[in-house]
């Protein structure tokens, strides 16, 4: 049995097809497929079911392969145990953020996290929540900001900061300088992010009482549904960092939601085989120096992380 082996299976499990993962591997899929075959007749199992397509791993070739991964992670370990002590950082990093973040988050980060790793080669790409964790299966992307929890067994999720949402009501709105909980909540003409968006659910999830869909409209950025309650009336559901982003005129038209307040968990999510243990350092001190620190989870703020 070998590194290389293990690497094979993996990546054969990952794409469900021989000549896509002999392609990633650098390798030709006779010699890919003969090294798998190599090591179904040592172990006297197969690993994978052939029958199928796509490919499938057998039962005990899921439990293999889990092994196989926890294998690759503690020899990855070497590697950045090495780096550590030698090496600065350095290599790509492709981060995914959620549109509710990136406005005020993004630009912060690239001046934040730039100077203090100006040797990382730093990719960010913005999307929904759903599209970001079918890129981390895929390993498109190495780690992405989001709303947590997510309820994916295989991540791992580090909470980053809490932030509280506020109402922004249309200037003319009857109820907008009515004190506000989740359950006295207008549930006529509330203006959300259309599908896709996690701040929708959590709209949905802040309202004690099923808002009627025929009260509800869409728009596909909160600039945009401020915009909406200017011209409009009624009201949107705003997330803490943007605030900053307002008028001081749309400003008077802000109001706190008290008793309980809603509030949203924003964290890392890695991969639970995510071994890089400096570089998710480097990305959660550049967001240590971005977020207020009120915000900021109080077990980042005494520790490091690791992995």
């Not at 057998?58 to 550590?84: M, W």
């Not at 709105?173 to 599908?195: G, S």
């Not at 509800?216 to 915009?227: P, Q």
């Not at 008793?259 to 550049?286: L, T």
């Amino acid at each position: 049995m070998t590194l290389q082996q293990l690497e094979y299976i993996l990546a054969v499990n990952k794409y469900r097809h021989f000549v896509t993962a002999s392609k990633q591997c650098g390798v030709t899929q006779p010699t890919l497929s003969t090294m798998i075959q190599k090591l179904e007749a040592e172990l006297e199992v197969d690993i994978f079911d052939r029958s199928k397509h796509p490919i499938e791993p057998t039962a005990l070739g899921k439990k293999i392969i889990e092994q196989a991964e926890r294998s690759i992670k503690e020899i990855q370990k070497i590697g950045e145990l090495v780096s550590n002590e030698t090496d600065s950082l350095s290599g790509a990093l492709h981060v995914g953020v959620i549109p509710t973040l990136a406005n005020y988050l993004v630009p912060r980060f690239i001046k934040s996290f730039g100077e203090n790793c100006p040797t990382v080669q730093l990719t960010i790409s913005e999307m929904n929540t759903a599209t970001l964790v079918d890129m981390l299966k895929k390993d498109r992307i190495d780690m992405f900001i989001a709303a947590t929890p997510l309820d994916e067994p295989d991540f791992l999720e580090i909470p980053l900061f809490y932030e509280r949402f506020y109402a922004y009501f249309a200037a003319d709105h009857p109820l907008k300088d009515v004190p506000l909980n989740p359950a006295n909540m207008p549930q006529e003409k509330l203006w959300v992010l259309e599908e896709g968006h996690c701040l929708r659910d959590q709209v949905f999830n802040f309202c004690t009482t099923k808002l009627p869909y025929n009260h509800v409209f869409e728009a596909g950025s909160i600039d945009t549904l401020v915009r909406i309650v200017d011209i409009n009336g009624g009201y949107t559901l705003i997330p803490e960092l943007h605030l900053p982003l307002l008028s001081d005129e749309q400003r008077k038209n802000v109001r706190e939601i008290k008793d309980p307040p809603a509030i949203r968990e924003v964290s890392i999510v890695i991969h639970k085989n995510f071994v890089k243990e400096r570089i998710i350092n480097a990305v959660g001190d550049a967001f240590k120096t971005i977020i207020p620190d009120e915000m900021i989870n109080e077990r980042l703020k005494r520790f490091a992380i690791r992995l």
